[in-house]
T-cell receptor, first 115, second 114 residues
Framework: AQKITQTQPGMFVQEKEAVTLDCTYDTSDPSYGLFWYKQPSSGEMIFLIYQGSYDQQNATEGRYSLNFQKARKSANLVISASQLGDSAMYFCAMREGGYGQNFVFGPGTRLSVLP | ETGVTQTPRHLVMGMTNKKSLKCEQHLGHNAMYWYKQSAKKPLELMFVYNFKEQTENNSVPSRFSPECPNSSHLFLHLHTLQPEDSALYLC?????????????FGPGTRLTVL
């Protein structure tokens, strides 16, 4: 069963504006980690931000922040002040707790930043 | 070199060829992974190695054969592939198999099977 849902196949945003990419997940494990990756056209997956299920604060990394709503099982990525270089595929991923669990990736959202 | 490197970046092969993909990580990690990324499909985990031992084979056909001679190197040997095997093959590494360690990815090998 799919555990990560990204409902936006494609998104457009104007340069310098903020954009939110949606991610919902499904797990019965109380301990898990949530990750966002960026994949430019070159192919490499670039780690952006991490949120642990027990973290009290929303994660932030520079222009990236994660809007973590545990009860709704949502972990949306917010990119502030979009730049042309932000145009890429964005993947949400989850890893359940314990040793040896694997990453599960969502289908991705293609973000296009317009000048 | 830093991070995770993969060679070749592009590969075109016939169905009867034998080729190998190489991955090297310079991060001192103990776990390495092979993923397949096909168009319009989520990333599919293929193999997992932890401390050079294969810990997972995700029902991958035997025409894909992994090899991990040490914690820094990972190979994917290919033989008698099918056109549907054309995809981006990504290698990744992580410190270990704990849940909260991110994976670092290489740039991928884009494989085309004719």
């Amino acid at each position: 069963a799919q555990k990560i849902t990204q409902t936006q196949p494609g998104m457009f945003v104007q340069e310098k504006e903020a954009v939110t990419l949606d991610c919902t997940y499904d797990t019965s494990d109380p301990s898990y980690g949530l990750f966002w990756y960026k994949q430019p056209s070159s192919g490499e997956m670039i780690f952006l931000i991490y949120q642990g299920s027990y973290d009290q604060q929303n994660a932030t990394e520079g222009r990236y922040s994660l809007n973590f709503q545990k009860a709704r099982k949502s972990a949306n990525l917010v990119i502030s002040a979009s730049q042309l270089g932000d145009s890429a595929m964005y993947f949400c991923a989850m890893r359940e707790g314990g040793y040896g669990q694997n990453f599960v990736f969502g289908p991705g959202t293609r973000l296009s930043v317009l000048p | 070199e830093t991070g995770v490197t993969q060679t070749p970046r592009h590969l075109v092969m016939g169905m009867t060829n034998k080729k190998s993909l190489k991955c090297e990580q310079h991060l001192g990690h103990n776990a390495m992974y092979w993923y397949k990324q096909s168009a319009k499909k989520p990333l599919e985990l293929m193999f997992v190695y932890n401390f050079k031992e294969q810990t997972e084979n995700n029902s991958v056909p035997s025409r894909f054969s992994p090899e991990c001679p040490n914690s820094s190197h990972l190979f994917l040997h290919l033989h008698t592939l099918q056109p549907e095997d054309s995809a981006l093959y990504l290698c990744a590494s992580s410190q270990d198999r704990l849940a909260f360690n991110e994976q670092f990815f290489g740039p991928g090998t884009r494989l085309t099977v004719l």
